[in-house]
């Protein structure tokens, strides 16, 4: 259903009880002749003087260049796996500021290294796409059909570009800074695995990234320590039986019978057995099987996503729910493979790591750009990395204030590009400061 008036949907990015039904967030195809898209010299820079010098004159000398930059990776968006052009571009941007880079051994991504001295901090940006067909209606969309930069990461891997080349003008760092540029955000499995095998974690003393966030206007960040999304896994289950007549189904093993205990079963069970305060949640996506009305089948399917805001629970999921399909499975007599696709745990952002992005960020933005994220139930592939190295990612708030907000993985998500300069002062902020801690 189409919604014709203005919808606050900021309740959609709410978690857990929050989320109604009004706050649907509505698919809508903003019309071009709404959009007021400035050309890149007039996108403003929201920390302009906050400083220091060398921060100040990087941004009004490169933001336009960033801008174009942003507009170009976002008019050719390349999937999981395949930012080959993105990547030479990345590349090529790096090498015109003097910035030493290498391919990731899988074929793309970035990693570079700037400064010198032993002590070593990393950002992430993540440069990947999506298979949504964008609806924006901006000047700049999509070329492809059905690919579209709908999380934003465009914008992320163009602030890290900017926050290198700031970087880059700051003269004595106090030690090196490594840039990696990660492939393959949106897969399963991400990219970070890639980045990992590359050595890309090694050596790092903290690890930083931040996420666009549409529920914050431009110009705030929004930080928490602890976990700021949720674990996210794949159950498939496949049931089969030997099938027969509806009319005699104590002959055979109703499988749609069996195949209703798991779909309402399992969720109710799950919130039995798993600690409450692990908030977790089941939802089945896909159940497939039968034709006619009077026929027992002999398979099915049952497809769906299991998430959980704590690390803990998430260890104990998977030998669970085994656990209770083979019993929920067990009286219909029908057979049953489970596959369980273990995906990311939650981001876990370490305390002091945060507490240094949030001195940055006031330093980047004011102290009045600060707000206290809410976790995510949504899943994040940095959450790899957090696992082996402290450090922590922020929420960067891209709405205009003024447009309806449309939530990431929209067709019509669109970001306020004066989010890149406050993107790159606050990078470029943490960076500095973690490397003095
Ligand atoms: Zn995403
Ligand atoms: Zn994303």
Not at 111 to 133: T, W
Not at 263 to 286: E, Y
Request: aromatic share 4%.
């Amino acid at each position: 259903m189409a919604h014709t008036g203005r919808v606050d949907t900021s309740r959609a990015f709410a978690h857990g009880e929050s989320v109604r039904s009004e706050s649907r967030v509505p698919q809508l195809t903003i019309p071009a002749a709404s959009l007021h898209v400035p050309a890149p010299e007039d996108v403003g820079d929201l920390g302009a003087g906050c400083g220091p010098d060398w921060l100040d004159e990087s941004v009004r000398s490169d933001l336009p260049d960033l801008v174009r930059l942003r507009r170009r990776v976002h008019a050719h968006p390349e999937l999981g796996h395949q930012e080959s052009a993105t990547t030479a571009l990345i590349m090529r941007t790096l090498e015109q500021a003097g910035i030493k880079a290498r391919l990731i051994p899988s074929g793309t991504g970035v990693i570079a290294e700037m400064g010198a001295g032993s002590k070593l901090v990393g950002l992430r940006a993540d440069i990947d796409a999506l298979p949504i067909a964008e609806r924006t209606g901006l000047p700049f969309s999509s070329t492809l059909p059905d690919v579209s930069h709908a999380c934003g990461h465009d914008v992320h891997l163009t602030v890290l570009l900017g926050a290198a080349m700031a970087l880059a003008r700051a003269g004595d760092l106090g030690g090196r800074v490594r840039l990696i540029f990660q492939p393959a955000e949106e897969v399963f499995p991400g990219g970070s695995h890639d980045v990992i095998a590359a050595g890309g974690l090694d050596g790092l003393s903290r690890l930083f990234a931040l996420h666009c966030d549409p529920r914050l206007e431009a110009g705030l960040v929004g930080l928490k320590a602890g976990a700021i999304t949720s674990t996210s896994d794949v159950v498939d289950l496949r049931v089969s039986g030997p099938g027969g007549h509806t009319s005699r189904p104590h002959l055979t093993a109703d499988l749609v019978y069996a195949l209703g205990t798991v779909i309402t079963g399992l969720p109710a069970l799950l919130t039995r057995r798993l600690d409450p305060r692990a908030a977790s949640v089941l939802v089945w996506g896909a159940v497939h099987s039968g034709d006619a009305a009077n026929a027992i089948p002999q398979s099915g399917e049952l497809r769906g996503t299991l998430r959980m805001m704590d690390r803990n629970s998430w260890d104990s999921a998977e030998p669970l729910v085994r656990e209770l399909v083979a019993e929920l499975l067990a009286p219909t007599e029908c057979d049953f493979e489970l596959t369980y696709y273990r995906g990311v745990p939650p981001v876990n952002n370490e305390l002091f790591s945060t507490e240094l992005m949030t001195s940055a960020a006031q330093r980047a933005l004011g102290t009045d750009a600060i707000r206290l994220a809410e976790q995510s139930t949504g899943a994040e592939d940095f959450a790899v990395f957090l696992e082996q190295v402290p450090g922590s990612l922020a929420r960067l708030g891209v709405w205009d204030g003024v447009s309806q907000r449309v939530d990431l993985h929209s067709s019509s998500f669109r970001v306020d590009e004066r989010a890149i300069a406050a993107g790159v002062r606050l990078l470029a902020h943490t960076a500095v400061a973690a490397l003095q801690h």
